[in-house]
């Protein structure tokens, strides 16, 4: 595992949901490594106190907030046209934000909410950030995902998920995570620039209870005592990030720092492509 010790001067990484949580380990491990750390959050306050715990923490001061609502496609855009406007380089870009929800809801976009959230935004995130990443190579995609992706299955007639079920559909947008990351990774052969996926462990973060109502915040609580800090579901992240264990490596899940199988499903480069394509038009791309 790499140390705060690990050099990642001059390096630029990008971080999705990096006020809390998970997200938010990541980009503080990366800022000591000396990168310079751009943290994309949704609330503006939340944000700029996570951005100064992190400055303080690191003592780096290369620590950059952007806001986005990665639910709004337009808000992606904007992020981007940002990101572009205020650096010539990106090195990593670490697709960490995600959400679940008890109900089924629709985005500004009338999009379901949880497949925009988990899946879409960061397909839609990374397609407009590659030539960034491409024009900075050697580069480095990381996405979050999960184990939950093993009990999820794609259906490319109801992606939007008219008939909702909860873990179901977060399965669905975990496992349309790790099929869109070993389709990136074979277009991305040859340019330098990396793609992975991870499941960063049970962790006990305030994940799942954006918008809830009471009682299932209570739930995801109690369920969540039982997981492991924010700072170690980071490590994968961060290895995946920094390490140049993995320099080369690319189309692979990992679970713990260590290469894993994912579900059989995954494989099927048939369904990555019908996803990649369906999934292209849902964002205008």
Same mark, same amino acid.
């Given at each position: 595992m790499p140390t705060v010790k690990s050099n990642m001067q001059g390096k630029i990484c990008m971080v999705t949901g990096a006020n809390s949580g998970i997200g938010k380990a990541t980009a503080l491990a990366l800022a000591q490594m000396g990168a310079t750390v751009v943290m994309v959050c949704r609330d503006r306050d939340r944000g700029e106190e *996570?951005?100064?715990? @992190?400055?303080?923490?690191?003592?780096?001061?290369?620590?950059? !907030?952007?806001?986005?609502?990665?639910?709004?496609?337009?808000? @992606?855009?904007? !992020? &981007?046209?940002? &990101?572009q406007h205020h650096y010539t380089h990106l090195h990593v870009l670490i697709n960490n934000a995600g959400a679940a929800f008890p109900g089924r809801r629709e985005t500004?976009? +009338?999009?379901?909410?949880?497949? *925009?959230?988990?899946?879409?935004?960061?397909?839609? !995130?990374?397609?407009?950030?590659?030539?960034?990443?491409k024009a900075s190579a050697p580069a480095r995609i990381v996405n979050v995902s999960s184990n939950s992706h093993e009990a999820g299955f794609i259906m490319m007639d109801d992606l939007q998920s008219e008939h909702y079920r909860s873990m179901s559909v977060y399965g669905q947008a975990k496992l349309?995570?790790?099929?869109?990351?070993?389709?990136?990774?074979?277009? !991305?052969? =040859?340019? +330098?620039?990396? *793609?992975?996926?991870?499941?960063? =462990?049970? &962790?006990?973060?305030?994940?799942?209870?954006?918008? *809830?109502?009471?009682?299932?915040?209570?739930?995801?609580?109690? @369920? =969540?005592?039982? =997981?492991?800090?924010?700072?170690k579901g980071a490590n994968t992240s961060i290895y995946l990030a920094s390490s140049p264990d993995v320099e080369d490596v690319t189309g692979t899940y990992f679970v713990k720092c260590s290469p894993r199988r994912s579900a059989a499903i995954s494989y099927d480069e048939s369904l990555q492509r019908q996803l990649w394509e369906q999934s292209a038009k849902l964002v205008h791309l």
């Open positions: *996570a951005r100064s715990e @992190i400055t303080t923490k690191s003592r780096n001061n290369a620590v950059d !907030l952007l806001l986005a609502d990665l639910s709004s496609q337009q808000s @992606i855009r904007l !992020l &981007v046209e940002n &990101v500004v976009d +009338g999009l379901e909410m949880t497949f *925009a959230v988990n899946y879409l935004a960061p397909f839609l !995130l990374t397609n407009l950030l590659l030539d960034m990443l349309a995570v790790v099929l869109f990351t070993y389709e990136l990774a074979r277009r !991305l052969q =040859g340019t +330098g620039v990396t *793609a992975n996926c991870l499941h960063p =462990g049970f &962790v006990a973060t305030h994940f799942g209870q954006r918008d *809830a109502r009471p009682a299932f915040r209570l739930l995801v609580k109690v @369920i =969540g005592s039982f =997981g492991t800090s924010p700072e």
